[in-house]
């Protein structure tokens, strides 16, 4: 071999690593094939010409050249086919015309048209002839070429994606090279040293370069570096080969194979030094240039390199700031991040010499002049340019001052994903200022970590936001806990305070012209107090009011908006918020947060709290009707009097004040004589205005400690803390006095009776207290009316106060129970009455036991009644489908002992009281609501228990479909000894199945539930 097939062999060997990267990278698509073709066809042609300048075998130099024409022609046309597999859809490839020129050189090489022959020169030297036919080959080459050419240019035109782009030009500049060194090839120097090989290495070289840098072919990354590494290897040798080609034919120096090894050895000895060497030399002329600087630049590069393996922002932010201070000599530097949800950039990381807390203050919103250049030109951005350039003359001034105050000097973009998502801040270099070498770094350094720190800050607040997320929710579930707002308040700001400062907060609500304080939180002491009210002109919840939005004042030392600014500012708040609060569209008030530090709240914080104001906002609406539906329930409407209600918690109020602390207290009770007869001829509505005159004398007469009520029709009550009997009795003849002389009635005479009584000399319970007083009162309209009469120390016949029990007062009582009772049927949504059958199996059962008429009848009137307790519990739970939860079954328990406190209002049904409260009991003490056992259950009680459990399992219920009358006795059969009484159940399965039919007459289609006896609610 001599040195002319020095430039063949490096084509072959820089086609090789290719070859293998693309072939090893499985599985092939269609431009993988095309592009291993292309490779093969390239090694062939340079493995040929070796063949050929080596002149290893003279006698077949004609048939390596016919050879070498036709693996050119195929490499190009090959080449061609290759590239072309990038055109645009639609595009004609042209693929016909190529491989028909392929087979026409291919025939005229064959025939001997092209190529003349091979002549040696100067003993080793070939000059190759290729004759006048080339003309044949050249010409489909070059149609092909310029078609090529043409696509490519429009597709560079209108192209916007980067990656495809760069692989056109690669593949246009492959294509131009192969171009030029074909016409080399055909001038007489180039024919002799195989200049179109080179041009092959190139091509070798740019593919190379396109595979790895804009993806080519799609290859492993691990291949690429090694296709990389196996490059830069060969272009080392090419260069290598050009030296010894010009040694040899410029010096004149013979090179052999012995010289050329001897070379290449020390040519690699010195290599390997020198690469041992370099980052010793690079460290050492570092450090004498850099001074210690060198390694925290060194740090920094490693840091940014590896900054992907750091998963906290803290650690991030505050590394990269701790080493960019150090690198570069600044003496301090921040970082500032767009904030989630807002439009400024805000900083969140500070490296400074010294404390400086006001480097957190600066802020740079995303539409000044600065962060659009930034994110426009996406390079650093100097003070002195801020200065220079004409973009800038329209920069805020106070934008500038602050520049300027805080001694900025540089600005470099964070960009990621095609957005400015960062900024990095420099101040002013300790010493000199700025090199190229610094912006330099810098720009690597934000290059490199900018896609990371914007992951990290993300997932940062991606965190915070579910923290508050959470912290809404919770605080959401306080305020719902309960309708009296200031009870739960400390709770909710407590919770609210995790995620943003608090030192005073209060709810204010609008009343007409004034404001409603209900709740408030204070640290630092308050103006007002809950419960006070305020006016609301000038106030900032006025202006959230108005304006339906929230406000922020970020430091109240500079001046405030509000009349209440200067209050917030004596008590040391600084940052106040206004949220309004917005029920069915209307603003009711505001929510208010104030602190002590100046410019605490970001967007973020307002966001928040915008969002947590809306959503409490119902609820604290909710809460001022509560609030008012109280006030209404103990305020009587037409006198405007406390009522009956509010009587009877002052009264209890009173009876525990007194017994823990001593004293007395005293009740009078106001009735009207003759209002009967004065409504009977002047009517109602006349009747309405004296009870209103009434209510009046009352508030004007007692004191102010005092309280009046109307207590019934016609009847006043008022109740006197800390009032002795004498003094109550002064009381009592100025009420009825004043009664006499101002209230106008016409020609009917109204007076007023008064009883009294005091405790604890009449009564430690409230009801005795009022039962004496009553007893007094009625005994003052016996003796004629218009007098009063105190119970303390006199002998009262109460027999002439007693009520008859059969009277009709208690038939509406009865009435009224028994309207109860079906009212429960229609909540449990009972197909037909329930009690009614209830009725009838108890009585069947009852009969069947022998028990005696008036034994039965009662238990008659106990089936009737046994779940009256029922009205007081919701239809949601009585008809709840799924099963119910423990709050749920400790409800449904009640029911009995409600059953027995109804009944208990009528004295005649005084006796079926044992069989209401305990048909819930079980056989074995497991039942509600004592836990009898056996015989201890009231005989009537496990009758009703047998009655209402197979009347439920019979029934159509809404949560449960029927049993059939025999399941329904299966069921009894395997509760008895454990729900219900053996015996009896016994008997009362022998008494249905003795009979044709069952004591209760069954519609058609009526079915119950499978189990209801053992859970029925």
Not at 266 to 294: D, E, M, P, W
Not at 472 to 497: G, M, P
Request: with cysteine; charged share 20%.
């Amino acid at each position: 071999m001599n040195i002319y097939a020095l430039f063949p062999v490096i084509a072959v060997i820089a086609y090789i690593p290719l070859l293998i990267t693309t072939v090893g990278s499985r599985p092939w698509q269609k431009r993988h094939k095309l592009f291993i073709l292309f490779l093969v066809a390239a090694m062939c042609w340079s493995t040929t010409d070796i063949f050929l300048r080596s002149n290893l075998f003279p006698q077949y130099n004609r048939p390596f050249l016919e050879l070498i024409l036709i693996t050119y022609t195929w490499t190009a046309v090959q080449f061609y086919v290759f590239i072309s597999s990038f055109y645009a859809p639609g595009q004609g490839r042209w693929l016909p015309l190529a491989y028909t020129s392929l087979i026409i050189v291919s025939v005229l090489v064959v025939m001997g048209y092209v190529g003349e022959g091979v002549t040696i020169v100067n003993g080793d030297k070939l000059h190759l002839d290729y004759g006048r036919g080339t003309i044949f080959l050249a010409l489909p080459l070059i149609v092909l070429a310029t078609r090529a050419t043409y696509i490519f240019g429009r597709m560079l035109r209108i192209l916007d994606n980067p990656v495809l782009r760069n692989q056109v030009l690669s593949l246009m500049l492959g294509l131009l090279v192969l171009i030029l060194f074909t016409l080399f090839a055909l001038i007489p120097w180039g024919r002799e040293y195989a200049v179109t090989h080179f041009g092959n290495i190139i091509i070798a070289f740019i593919l190379s370069n396109a595979v790895i840098r804009h993806q080519l072919v799609d290859i492993r990354i691990v291949l690429r570096r090694s296709l990389g590494w196996a490059i830069l290897g060969i272009i080392g040798i090419a260069f290598y080969g050009i030296v010894l080609i010009v040694f040899n034919n410029v010096v004149g120096l013979k090179i052999d194979v012995a010289t050329t090894s001897l070379a290449t050895a020390v040519a690699i000895a010195i290599a390997i030094i020198i690469y041992k060497l370099r980052n010793y030399l690079f460290a050492t002329l570092g450090k004498a240039l850099q001074g210690q600087s060198y390694d925290y630049r060194l740090r920094l590069s490693e840091f940014a390199s590896k900054i992907h393996n750091v998963f906290s922002l803290k650690d991030q932010g505050g590394e990269i700031l701790s080493l960019v201070t150090k690198a570069v000599g600044c003496q301090r530097a921040r970082l500032l991040f767009l904030e989630v949800g807002g439009q400024d950039f805000t900083t969140q990381f500070v490296e400074s010499k010294g404390k400086d807390d006001s480097m957190y203050k600066f802020k740079l919103s995303g539409k000044s002049l600065i962060a659009e250049y930034l994110q426009r030109e996406r390079k650093l951005l100097t003070r002195e340019n801020l200065a220079i350039l004409p973009e800038f003359r329209g920069l805020w001034e106070e934008e500038r001052n602050e520049i300027n105050s805080h001694e900025i000097e540089l600005f470099m973009p964070l960009i990621s994903r095609e957005r400015l998502i960062g900024i990095l801040i420099l101040d002013k270099k300790e010493s000199g200022w700025y090199s190229l070498e610094d912006l330099r770094l810098l720009e690597e350094v934000t290059n490199q970590v900018a896609v990371s720190l914007e992951k990290e800050y993300l997932r940062e607040r991606l965190r915070e936001r579910e923290e508050e997320l959470s912290v809404i929710n919770r605080c959401s579930a306080i305020i719902t806990s309960s309708l009296d707002v200031q009870e739960i308040y400390d709770s909710f700001i407590t919770e609210l305070k995790k995620v943003v400062d608090i030192n005073w907060a209060s709810i204010n609500l609008i009343e007409g012209s004034r404001l409603n304080i209900p709740a408030l939180y204070s640290e630092i002491g308050s103006a007002w107090k809950v419960g006070e009210q305020i006016p609301m002109r000038g106030t900032g919840t006025e202006w959230v009011a108005l304006n339906n939005k929230a406000l922020l004042e970020s430091d109240l030392s500079q001046g405030g908006q509000f009349v209440t600014a200067k209050y917030h500012h004596k008590q040391g708040v600084r940052t106040i918020a206004y949220l309004p609060l917005i029920a069915k569209g209307l603003v009711i008030g505001s929510f208010v947060v104030a602190t002590g530090n100046p410019n605490a709240y970001s967007q973020r914080h307002m966001t928040l709290l915008e969002q947590l104001a809306s959503q409490i906002a119902m609820s604290i609406e909710n809460s001022r009707l509560y609030a008012e539906a109280e006030e209404k329930a103990r305020v009587d409407e037409l006198t405007d009097l406390l009522n009956r209600r509010s009587l009877d918690e002052l009264m209890a109020t009173e009876i525990n004040r007194h017994q823990r602390y001593g004293g007395v207290f005293s009740l009078i009770i106001l009735d009207l004589d003759g209002f009967k007869a004065f409504n009977d001829n002047y009517g109602h509505l006349a009747g309405d205005k004296l009870l209103k005159e009434i209510g009046s004398v009352l508030k004007s007469t007692i004191r102010s400690t005092d309280q009046a009520f109307r207590y019934g029709r016609d009847e006043f009550a008022v109740l006197l803390p800390n009032t002795p009997i004498d003094a109550t009795t002064q009381v009592a003849d100025r009420i009825r006095r004043k009664v006499a002389a101002k209230v106008k009635t016409g020609h009917i005479a109204v007076s007023a009776s008064l009883g009294l009584a005091n405790g604890p000399a009449d009564g430690v319970a409230a009801d005795e207290i009022v039962a004496a007083a009553d007893t007094a009162l009625y005994r003052a309209k016996r003796e004629g009316g218009n007098r009063s009469y105190c119970a303390s120390g006199t002998l009262l016949e109460l027999k002439d106060t007693s009520l008859n029990l059969m009277d009709g007062t208690d038939g509406d009582t009865l009435s009224a129970i028994f309207a109860m009772a079906e009212a429960v049927d229609a909540k449990e949504h009972y197909a037909n009455s329930h009690w009614k059958k209830v009725k009838e199996y108890a009585t069947f059962l009852a009969t069947a036991v022998e028990l005696d008429p008036e034994e039965i009848s009662r238990l008659e009137t106990s089936a009737l009644l046994h779940d009256i307790g029922k009205i007081s519990i919701s239809e949601k739970i009585l008809n709840k489908r799924t099963p119910l939860t423990a709050d749920e079954w400790a409800i449904i328990k009640t029911h009995p002992q409600v059953g027995v406190n109804i009944a208990s209002r009528a004295p005649e049904l005084a006796l079926c009281l044992p069989g209401i409260l305990h048909h819930h009991e079980r056989y074995d003490g497991t039942g509600y609501p004592i836990g009898l056992k056996g015989e201890e259950i009231p005989l009537e009680a496990r009758i009703l228990a047998i009655a209402d459990a197979f009347t439920a399992m019979t029934t159509v219920r809404s949560y449960s479909d029927a049993l059939s009358i025999a399941e329904a006795l299966e069921e009894l059969k395997r509760g008895a000894g454990t729900q219900f009484d053996p015996n009896l159940v016994e008997i009362f399965n022998s008494a249905i199945q003795s009979t044709s039919a069952t004591p209760v007459g069954r519609e058609s289609g009526e079915v119950a539930s499978p189990g209801t006896g053992s859970t029925d609610k």
